[in-house]
Every structure is written in structure tokens, then in C-alpha cells.
């Protein structure tokens, strides 16, 4: 039960404008934004992990977030035509999950860091600050299949639509 104090505090999230439904992102999952111009493949068994980008002389390892929320959340924003990397620090991701980010690294012919990864965006991103009473945990009949997917949350708005909020950690290891 959320504390009458705790209902008037806000939190940032990033929004990634959809047309149905919208995703939120806890801000402090991403370090920072980078546009990324150039774009190199990698060898990945993932579908969504096929490329890296190169930041402050690193090669950084790209999750292409925009494939995955289209293919799997089937939700679909306008374009920025701006490639951007969420970039996230392996060191915040749990013990397990650090120990399974070397090793899929270690498959991979290339020379990548692994203290980053960052996720590939090309819709619209905005920072909002969300009143936490807005933000829902899932109902309980639909979270376990749901967070298998990523998803970790919702808000919904007085106007009909949806906002679903997604664990980058939890996506980057469903999905690579």
C-alpha cells in the first residue's frame, strides 16, 4: 500500500511514443543517450542483438529496442529518423545477470566492451515525471506471462490509452 506522503511523490521516466501502447522506462536504468550514427553487424544468435556502435572509443553492444517492441508488444511509434543508444552500466544489472551478459559476449567474434550496452531507439523519446500513484504494478492474473515479456507495469490514462512499462534488464535477457 503506497503512503498518502509517498502518492504525491513523482519519479522520471523515459516515454517512447507509440501508437498503442506507450512504454515507460525507469530512468535510472540509462546512464546516458548517444546518438549513433554509425551503425557495425555483430554476431549474435539474438534476433534483437545485431549490432554495436562505437562511444567515448568503446564499441558498445546494441540491443535494438524499436525491432523488439514492434515484434513483440506490437507497438509501433512515429520515427525520430535520430538513432539514439539507451545506454545502460552492466555493473547496476544483478549478479546472475552480469555473469550471463559475459557469456553471451564471449560467443561474439568481436572485441566488445562489456561494462555497457546500450539499446537502439528511433521513435520519439521524451523524459516525464510520473506521479507514482499513476504507476501500477500488473494485475496478478496477468503477470506472469506478461513478465516474461519485459513488462513489469502499467499506467493507464483517463483517456483509454496505456502505458506499458518495461525492464530493460529483464528484456535484454528474455530476448538475447
Given at each position: 500500500m503506497i503512503s498518502e506522503k509517498d502518492r504525491e511523490k513523482t519519479h522520471d521516466f523515459l516515454m517512447i511514443e507509440t501508437v498503442q501502447p506507450s512504454i515507460i522506462i525507469n530512468r535510472e536504468q540509462v546512464a546516458t543517450g548517444l546518438s549513433l550514427p554509425d551503425?557495425?553487424?555483430?554476431?549474435s544468435s539474438?534476433?534483437?542483438l545485431t549490432s554495436w556502435g562505437k562511444a567515448g572509443g568503446e564499441r558498445i553492444?546494441?540491443?535494438?529496442l524499436d525491432r523488439s517492441l514492434e515484434e513483440v508488444f506490437t507497438a509501433q511509434g512515429p520515427k525520430s529518423g535520430l538513432r539514439v543508444g539507451l545506454i545502460t552500466e552492466v555493473a547496476h544489472f544483478h549478479p546472475r545477470n552480469r555473469n550471463r551478459w559475459e557469456k553471451i559476449l564471449s560467443n561474439c567474434p568481436e572485441r566488445l566492451s562489456g561494462d555497457r550496452v546500450g539499446f537502439l531507439v528511433d521513435s520519439r523519446i521524451d523524459?516525464?515525471?510520473i506521479p507514482i500513484r499513476e504507476v501500477r504494478p500488473l494485475p496478478v492474473n496477468l503477470k506472469p506471462r506478461y513478465r516474461e515479456e519485459g513488462i513489469i507495469g502499467c499506467r493507464f490514462y483517463?483517456?483509454?490509452r496505456l502505458a506499458l512499462w518495461i525492464d530493460l534488464e529483464r528484456l535484454l535477457f528474455i530476448q538475447a
Open positions: 551503425l557495425f553487424p555483430m554476431a539474438s534476433p534483437y553492444p546494441l540491443f535494438d523524459i516525464v515525471e483517463p483517456s483509454d
